[in-house]
């Protein structure tokens, strides 16, 4: 394709609207373009020097007006240089690695990237979340050299790898998510599929758990790929959750029987129509021991070598993100004790199980934004040996939540009815959650509704015990962490993990 067709197609991407149902026009436009020419140099990339100069002053204006400068200068270069992604990471990374899913891509990244630097490796890594090609170009900006560590939002995925034109590919699951911006999570396997099924390079770390990512790797088409996944079956759910996406196949569209169900959809599958199954991992997690919300153990098979992994991040989702970091590590040729030293040491990323202290309260920071995600996390908190559970509880329908909140009506809040001393239900739709949890059962005596987030919080705070547990959707994190932030107990959300803490110490 001319370049010039290229840019004016990219450039049509770029002004697609930030939010709503753009999966299909997307991938149209990825599949047209195809993937850019292959290559990488250290040397400085052709970008023009006034170019980067505006990229400067973007990032000065952003700070200015207390914004993290994540992604105003991306948004800038590519609205000025269509090409400017292909051209960054071209001239600036030696290798590139692509994080996608719908949940833990923010963890996973920022894990694999910490196993990098143990390694000795330079690591230029999207900060905070910015997963739009504009965060990504930002990124890509500030890098002098070294390995690209990428998070992508799942319906730009397919752009943003014909650009950069990755080495390693990870993809971790889909759920049903903001149904309003990305569709059924069929748009988004579709998309995903005509993507590998093109001229696409490099390696697939895949998901064997999940149904629809696992099938990724078995098109015949397109790039090799490596599976992790779950083999303690002794963590498999008693039955089906009701909210389970994936549960036919997606090569006959026959139904799914599992020998063993870990998390929604995921486990250990088998289409007794056409025969498709699990493929079997490479990297593969047994022994899990899951600690409530303190962490986790677990022993992770990779290839011949074993290690034991400690995690100070709560749930199995969390042992899925730990294993997805592990898998893109080896696919790089790291070995296990890099991998082993930073797992043990990952302090989580902001609202990803983040524990701040407010005054004599410690504040556990949990992000919620779909029925997979919500039923994980009363699975997680059912487990957790505390007498009662103090909440704080945020629902926002902001675009980047997604305007339909009916997903709590999937969520499988009953199981939490009789453990709850108290909850405070925030943000702009706190009634409508106060409603769902009332008919989960929970006790109307003991909840109390502030949509106004400082509000919420202060209440929150004066309910609880000597522990809170914050169940924000994606805006009303933002909005909290702002709140914290402004009382001066934590850092800006863009800055970085805000509060490391010690196994063993106070918060």
Not at 201 to 217: C, H, Q, Y
Request: proline share 6%; glycine share 12%; aromatic share 6%.
């Amino acid at each position: 394709m001319r370049p010039e067709n290229r840019d004016r197609l990219l450039r049509n991407a770029w002004d697609l609207p930030p939010f709503g149902d753009r999966v299909g026009a997307i991938s149209e436009i990825a599949q047209t373009i195809g993937p850019a020419s292959r290559g990488r140099s250290t040397t400085a990339g052709s970008l023009p020097y006034t170019l980067r100069t505006l990229a400067g002053a973007a990032h000065h204006v952003s700070r200015a007006r207390g914004g993290g400068a994540t992604t105003l200068p991306g948004l800038v270069v590519l609205q000025r240089a269509p090409q400017a992604l292909r051209v960054l990471s071209q001239y600036g990374l030696e290798r590139c690695v692509l994080v996608s899913g719908t949940n833990g891509k923010t963890t996973t990244a920022s894990m694999i990237a910490a196993i990098l630097r143990e390694a000795g490796y330079t690591v230029v890594h999207n900060r905070a979340g910015a997963n739009t090609p504009f965060g990504v170009a930002t990124a890509l900006l500030e890098a002098d050299g070294g390995v690209g560590v990428l998070e992508v939002d799942e319906a730009w995925l397919p752009i943003v790898t014909a650009e950069v034109c990755p080495d390693i590919i990870v993809l971790s699951n889909l759920f049903r998510d903001r149904l309003d911006g990305y569709g059924e999570l069929d748009a988004l396997a579709v998309a995903w599929e005509a993507m590998i099924s093109g001229d696409l390079e490099g390696t697939l770390v895949l998901n064997a758990d999940d149904p629809t990512i696992a099938g990724l790797g078995a098109m015949g088409a397109g790039p090799a790929a490596s599976f992790f996944g779950i083999e303690d079956r002794g963590l498999g759910l008693p039955g089906t959750e009701h909210a389970a996406d994936s549960m036919r196949c997606r090569s006959c569209d026959g139904v799914l029987r599992f020998d063993a169900r870990m998390l929604s959809h995921m486990g250990h599958h088998r289409c007794d129509s056409c025969g498709a199954e699990r493929p079997r991992p490479g990297v593969t997690a047994d022994d899990v021991l899951i600690d409530g919300i303190s962490g986790s153990r677990f022993a992770v098979g990779l290839g011949a070598d074993r290690l034991e992994a400690r995690l100070r991040l709560p749930g199995l989702y969390n042992v899925y993100n730990a294993l997805a970091a592990a898998a893109a590590a080896h696919a790089l040729g790291i070995g296990p004790l890099p991998i082993g030293r930073a797992l043990a040491a990952f302090a989580p990323v902001f609202g990803r199980g983040e524990r701040i202290r407010a005054g004599s309260t410690d504040v556990v920071v949990l992000l919620m934004k779909n029925p997979a995600g919500a039923n994980e996390l009363v699975r997680t908190l059912g487990r957790d040996d505390a007498p009662s559970l103090d909440l704080l509880m945020l629902l926002n329908d902001g675009q980047p939540d997604g305007r339909d909140v009916s997903w709590i009506w999937d969520a499988d809040f009953e199981a939490l009815g009789p453990r709850i001393g108290s909850v405070v239900c925030g943000g702009r739709r706190a009634a409508e959650l106060a409603l769902r949890l009332k008919y989960a059962g929970w006790p109307t005596s003991r909840m109390l509704v502030e949509p106004e987030i400082r509000g919420a919080l202060d209440r929150a705070i004066e309910a609880a015990g000597d522990r809170l547990i914050a169940l924000p959707t994606y805006t009303a994190l933002l909005e909290l962490h702002t709140e914290l932030s402004g009382r001066g107990l934590v850092s800006p959300f863009w800055a970085g993990s805000s509060s490391p803490v010690r196994p063993g110490q106070p918060v």
